[in-house]
Nanobody, 125 residues
Framework: QVQLVESGGGTVQAGESLKLSCVVS????????MGWFRRGQGKEREFVAA????????YYGDSVKGRATISRDIDKNTIYLQMNRLQLDDAAVYYC??????????????????WGQGTQVDVSS
């Protein structure tokens, strides 16, 4: 019943910005942290960013540090990913994800319990 629904993907030019959204719907919100992973064509799944729901502490993957900002709207059960200065390597399907138990570290996909369908981000030159 619980769903994570991403939106905001599309095609952008290199150097420009994009903001993604993810809304939790259809159930009780009980996640300790939420975040974003991505998978580019032919690439491994890669951690992008995460936020602890209560404290607001944020974490970022090395490839996006300084260019990405994750935020949350507690009242709307929504997280956002603002990405600036997009690069060709940023092209990927971006997945919203939520973690209940925090069994592993934030960048370990095995820790994450619920996944959205993904939203496609393409970067053109």
């Amino acid at each position: 019943q619980v769903q994570l629904v991403e939106s905001g993907g599309g095609t952008v030019q290199a150097g420009e910005s994009l903001k993604l959204s993810c809304v939790v719907s259809g159930g009780t919100f009980n996640y300790q942290r939420m975040g974003w992973f991505r998978r580019g064509q032919g690439k491994e799944r890669e951690f992008v960013a995460a936020v602890k729901w209560k404290s607001g502490t944020t974490y970022y993957g090395d490839s996006v540090k300084g260019r990405a900002t994750i935020s949350r709207d507690i009242d709307k059960n929504t997280i956002y990913l603002q990405m600036n200065r997009l690069q060709l390597d940023d092209a990927a399907v971006y997945y919203c994800t939520a973690d209940v138990r925090m069994m592993f570290g934030v960048s370990d996909f095995r820790s994450w319990d619920v996944w959205g369908q993904g939203t496609q981000v393409d970067v053109s030159s």
